[in-house]
């Protein structure tokens, strides 16, 4: 597996996170990502960072650490904090049927990574933190430049 990219930053919601999540957008495409499935990343991993940010640091600036990977065709991101210790991949799947205004607020953030990534996991690491994992498949059309580990 081919590390693309280490980031660790402050974010705070607003201009800060929009500038973070074009950086990282463009820095998957100059690595060769298939803008469709970039695009989907992207919208996925901005969802999970205003979630620790918002529900994690509680509105706050806080410490991220997002790791790129890439395995052949596949993306694999790694998004860690500091936040108290919350497994997303716990939140129910919303029942997207129910008219709007009969739904529970939340969930949807969640439901989007979902939505738009082929895997979902969530761990503790070894020094107490939150570690998200993005698993997105097909992200590299071009595998000649990246090798298979």
């Not at 463009?26 to 970039?38: E, F, I, K, Y």
């Not at 990977?69 to 860690?80: I, K």
């Not at 738009?116 to 690491?125: I, K, M, P």
């Amino acid at each position: 597996m081919e590390q693309l990219e280490h980031y660790s930053t402050t974010l705070k919601l607003g201009e800060a996170m929009r500038l973070f999540r074009q950086t990282v957008e463009q820095h998957l495409l100059n690595s060769g990502g298939d803008p469709n499935a970039v695009g989907e990343v992207i919208v996925a991993i901005n969802e999970g960072l205003v979630n620790v940010i918002r529900h994690g640091y509680q509105g706050q600036p806080g410490q991220v650490e997002l790791l790129l990977w890439r395995q052949g065709h596949t993306l694999r991101t790694e998004v860690c904090d500091d936040a108290p210790l919350f497994d997303p991949t716990s939140v129910p799947t919303p029942d997207i049927t129910m008219p709007l205004d009969l739904r529970p607020f939340g969930g949807m953030g969640v439901h989007m990574m979902r939505e738009f990534v082929d895997e979902l996991h969530y761990r503790v690491t070894e020094d107490g933190r939150n570690q998200l994992i993005l698993i997105k498949h097909h992200t590299f059309p071009d595998t000649k430049s990246a090798q298979s580990a």
